[in-house]
């Protein structure tokens, strides 16, 4: 557990009140916010995090934090399940007097928005991590859902609620500004460059290329896939790697079936999850993330880049907020193997690049996108929602 903040770093609208998170899955909330847990700890904030607990409580509880189970299915917008869901946070909230409530993706600021609202927490963050498969739709459906989630959201909406994105095409999807002051635009869920350290790339050839992400139709892993056939059909030996595991809460999840065949195939190898980051970009050459759309800022290419790696992914909001096409790496159309293929084959033959690329991907992290970035911004944001 952290020791208690320093005097330094708090002041009286801070010390001693209490900020309650609510978000859907604990997991999600490990792998992406805990910066912000130690933001909150630094000001002196009691925190709470109200989840569903499965298998993450106590890395949790570990930086300081109060865990409360809120047992909620996350594909789920039954309203007849959001709205008892929504009587028993609001009870939560009441009893742990929130005085800021930090909700977390789209199901938890509906969820907290309204439960905030029966509490009577006027103090709401609502932080935005793109919107899902819903984001990566054009259609009459995807815009019509876009519609309907900016209503939802405007009407759960206080004088005291402030927006988080993590690039800055999404807040125009909520008809927000990118420079409305009550929108802060963070560096992601930000990396540890102490951690994720760049190592010499391996021999090459082969072009060892590696896409690190839940095994989602809408992440593209299957442009990936038709990607490396087709350029190893033009006989370059690139080999790709898949590292994640299908989330069976998302509907656009992949069967366990189709990785498995893939799999079986030349140059194709899907690893399952792993929690070696620093071991897969060790041993690659290029981060691969040839998603469909509906991303906030992919933490798995963050990571990538801190580790030195040249990244290869689509020109798609969150994904182009961190690579410059022809800097960090190369940005493709979304939905297009030809395109990846040829990229590719383009970085398979030009292994300086590849490592000037790498280099260029880990200097784009220190500058605004690492966690202590994040956390800096988080305190600025608590401090003055507080102080209002």
Known sequence: MLSNPSPETQDSKTLGRKLVFVVTEDWF??????????????????????????????????????VVPLDIERGSLNPIT?????????????????????????????????????????????????????????????????????LLMRSLQTSRTHYVFENTDDPKLLGLDPMDPRVTILGGAGVDPDILKPEPLPFQPPLRVAVVARMLWSKGIDVAVEAVRMARAKGSPIELSLYGAPDPSNPKAIPEEALKAWSAEPGITWHGATRDIAGVWRDRHVACLPSRGGEGLPRTLLEAAACGRAIVTTDVPGCRTLVRDGVEGLLVPPGDPAALSEALLTLSGQPDRVARMGEAARTRVLDGFTERDVMNSVKELYRSLLAS
Request: proline residues 1%; charged residues 20%; contains cysteine.
């Open 29 to 66: 909330f490990a792998s992406h916010f805990l910066p912000m847990v130690k933001a909150a700890r630094e000001l002196g904030l009691a925190v709470t995090v109200v989840t569903r607990v499965r298998a993450h409580r106590e890395v949790i509880e570990a930086l300081g934090a109060k």
């Open 82 to 150: 959001m709205g008892d869901a929504s009587g028993q946070l609001a009870a939560i909230l009441k009893a742990e007097k929130a005085d800021l409530v930090h909700c977390i993706a789209l199901k938890g600021i509906l969820l907290g928005g309204f439960a905030a609202t029966l509490a009577g927490v006027g103090r709401r963050v609502y932080a935005l991590t793109g919107l899902g498969f819903l984001g990566a739709r054009s259609d009459t459906v995807g815009r019509l859902s876009q519609r309907a989630i900016r």
